[in-house]
């Protein structure tokens, strides 16, 4: 867990009256945002703030059946077209992350996997499934915004 008081963004003081919060699925230019405006209030919770773009990739790659963390990295890569390449250390390290959050979980490997035995199987959970709900509302609520200003792509 992040500890804000640790990081130096409360003081020692105040430190009890606040909760400790888990900063690890934020983007870095939030917790570089929350860290620069020290007297700012608490971050809300993790649904209300934008999650990271690989943590999203990864639910998204969970949400219709259970994967191996290789068989992530490949339905990321065949949804995006290639465009998104994770590397492992991005993709285990956002598993680590997101295992402990509770938004996916680890499970037995299905029956009729003939894979290896080494594989890690892994599934969305409620929580990660209401996670990925919110950001594609945050993210739709957005375009929406877009849309009405001149950033609108080219019609014709």
């Known amino acids: 867990m992040f500890s804000l008081r640790r990081a ?59 994967r191996h963390g290789y068989g992530i990295m490949l339905d990321v890569a065949d949804r995006t077209d290639g465009r998104v390449k994770m590397s492992p250390g991005t993709l285990y390290g956002s598993i680590k992350l997101m295992l402990e959050s509770e938004l996916i979980e680890e499970i037995d490997p299905p029956r009729a996997a003939p894979d290896d035995e080494r594989r890690r199987y892994y599934r969305i959970t409620r929580a990660g499934r209401d996670a990925a709900r919110k950001e594609m509302a945050r993210m739709a609520a957005l375009l929406r915004q877009a849309r009405v200003t001149s950033l609108r792509p080219e019609e014709g």
């Open 8 to 66: 130096g963004i409360i003081p020692p003081a105040r430190a009890a009256a606040r909760k400790t919060i888990d900063l690890r699925i934020y983007r870095n230019a939030d917790i570089v945002w929350r860290m620069a405006r020290r007297d700012a209030p608490d971050p809300p919770d993790p649904p209300d703030r934008p999650i990271a773009p690989a943590v999203f990739h990864i639910l998204i790659a969970l949400a219709d059946q259970p």
